[in-house]
């Protein structure tokens, strides 16, 4: 799974595009990548792009854990 993740802290905003296919451990490995990152602050906002995603193999369980 393919991710570009870009944040702009003078904005406050993290924004990711996903391509391909996504399964929960990728999305869940990736909030962790975000998380630990030196710019990300926790009262930043946050655009996901699922517009390239050809099969999201995402569980309520992941989304709710995500959430």
Known sequence: MPVILKINPQKGVV????FGVVT???LLSHSQTIASHPDFRAKF???IDLTMVT???VSPTAMQELA
Request: hydrophobic share 25%; net charge negative; no cysteine.
């Open 24 to 26: 929960d451990q990728e």
């Open 15 to 18: 924004h990711s595009t996903f």
């Open 55 to 57: 099969d999201l193999q």
């Open 45 to 47: 906002d946050e655009i």
